[in-house]
């Protein structure tokens, strides 16, 4: 089994300010991919990460994989309130197409 | 496009009860899934389709089946609803499946008494 684990599980932060989510996880994948959540809505898709030391930069969201740390960072740069939302990253095993989402990190950007 | 969609919202059923969620998507993805969303759990994945006519079993598929008889439709059957399967559901779809992102549909949220 696939274990996915994001820290911290809860963030606060004030506007302006950088900060980094980490996920990590517990078997060989090559494949990461972060979502956000707004309160009681869907998943959007952020991120996909298809090989070792990619990146991926979208406005003030910075994604980036190490498969051999088996690590995964989302920085936050400079944050804003819109970006206030939970933030999960997910994992496939490199076979038999199935995905295992960490638990999320709620983030509250306050001003 | 109208994406992902799935109906109903939300439903309420009492122990023992069947029912179907419905999920369809119109962007012709080959892959379909479902999860539940629990508080503090993050989703975990419940059945899975790569294709019509191929179905297979995720995380948590106890309780659930599926069907994917059309690329558009993958419905997901509560055979007899127990409060555990009180949770929140969305269907997925994405292209092929691995290293494609999912589009989500909107969640049902089911309550179990």
């Known amino acids: 089994e696939l274990k996915v684990e994001q820290n911290p599980l809860f963030l606060s932060m004030q506007e302006g300010k950088n900060y980094t989510i980490y996920c990590n996880y517990s078997?060989?994948?090559?494949?990461l991919y972060w979502y956000r959540q707004d309160p009681g809505k869907s998943l959007e898709s952020l991120f996909v990460l298809l090989s070792n030391g990619a990146v991926k930069q979208e406005g003030r969201l910075m994604a980036s994989l190490d498969t051999k740390a088996r690590l995964s960072t989302l920085h936050i740069t400079a944050a804003v309130h819109d970006l206030s939302a939970t933030y999960f990253c997910a994992v496939d095993m490199n076979t038999g197409n199935q995905f295992y989402f960490g638990t999320g990190t709620s983030l509250t950007v306050i001003p | 496009n109208a994406g992902v969609t799935q109906t109903p919202k939300f439903q309420v059923l009492k122990t023992g009860q069947s029912m179907t969620l419905q999920c369809a998507q119109d962007?012709?993805?080959?892959?379909m899934s479902w999860y539940r969303q629990d508080p503090g759990m993050g989703l975990r994945l419940i059945h899975y389709?790569?294709?019509?006519?191929?179905?297979d079993q995720g995380e948590v598929p106890n309780g659930y089946n599926v069907s994917r008889s059309t690329t558009e439709d993958f419905p997901l059957r509560l055979l007899s609803a127990a409060p555990s399967q009180t949770s929140v559901y969305f269907c997925?779809?994405?292209?092929?499946?691995?290293?494609?992102?999912?589009?989500f549909g909107p969640g049902t949220r089911l309550t179990v008494l």
């Open positions: 078997t060989t994948s090559d494949r």
């Open positions: 962007m012709n993805h080959e892959y």
């Open positions: 997925a779809s994405s292209v092929s499946g691995l290293g494609d992102e999912q589009f």
């Open positions: 389709s790569v294709g019509a006519g191929i179905t």
